[in-house]
């Protein structure tokens, strides 16, 4: 099946720091990729749509300065925390939406990334 | 304004006997839906997924029911195993301003199995 990778898998760094996460479709092409939050007890929170070569498009109240992402090519997005800050702390998952579209296609998800801002 | 509803944050559930877990949606433009399984510190696995024109999908021991009506849907599984022990996540898909189609997630319901 299609795979989703993500590096690192679990990041501690200082506040003040960036940080940056990547997120690679191993085995397919995705010309949209969606990064997502999740805080403990909560539900998935997408965060922004990645789309290759555009502008990511990002939900109502994620601050797109600190927030930063970069589709740089088919396979692979890089979110970008800037200036982190303790409150960032959380589990970060992205997902990749194969090329061949239609909605009948799954997204398939990352293993997610814990970022912990000491 | 949540969507996607699970309102049970948990459920135990004896091995052997069924478990039913209960997504509520609000949004009528969504006609697409999925149930997703996750283990901590892990990301979302897909588990069984099922488009509105259908009112029913079923895959081996799991079985999604849709009510469009009731914009109800559940998942059941039967018979309920000790590694079924999850959170599991209902999404429903739309399409988006982006073109594509993004998943709204509901805050999970946390199942145990118990042996």
């Known amino acids: 099946g299609a795979v989703v990778s993500q590096h690192p898998s679990w990041v501690i760094c200082k506040s003040g720091t960036s940080v940056k996460i990547e997120c690679r479709s191993l085995?397919?092409?995705?010309?949209?990729m969606f990064w997502y939050r999740q805080f403990p007890k909560q539900s998935l929170m997408l965060m922004a749509t990645s789309n290759e070569g555009s502008k990511a498009t990002y939900e109502q109240g994620v601050e797109k300065d600190k927030f930063l992402i970069n589709h740089a090519s088919l396979t692979l997005s890089t979110l970008t925390v800037t200036s982190a800050h303790p409150e960032d702390s959380s589990f970060y998952i992205c997902s990749a939406f194969p090329y061949t579209g239609g909605k009948t296609d799954t997204q398939y998800f990352g293993p997610g990334t814990r970022l912990t801002v000491l | 304004d949540q969507q996607v509803k699970q309102n049970s944050p948990s459920l135990s559930v004896q091995e052997g006997r069924i478990s039913i877990l209960n997504c509520d949606y609000t949004n009528s433009m969504f006609d697409y839906f999925l149930w997703y399984k996750k283990y901590p510190a892990e990301g979302p696995t897909f588990l069984i997924s099922i488009s509105s024109i259908k009112d029913k999908n079923e895959d081996g021991r799991f079985t999604v029911f849709l009510n469009k009506s009731a914009k109800h849907l559940s998942l059941h599984i039967v018979p309920s195993q000790p590694g079924d022990s999850a959170v599991y996540f209902c999404a429903a898909s739309a399409l988006s301003g982006a073109g594509s189609y993004q998943l709204t997630f509901g805050k999970g319901t946390k199942l145990s199995v118990i042996p």
């Open positions: 085995d397919f092409q995705a010309t949209t």
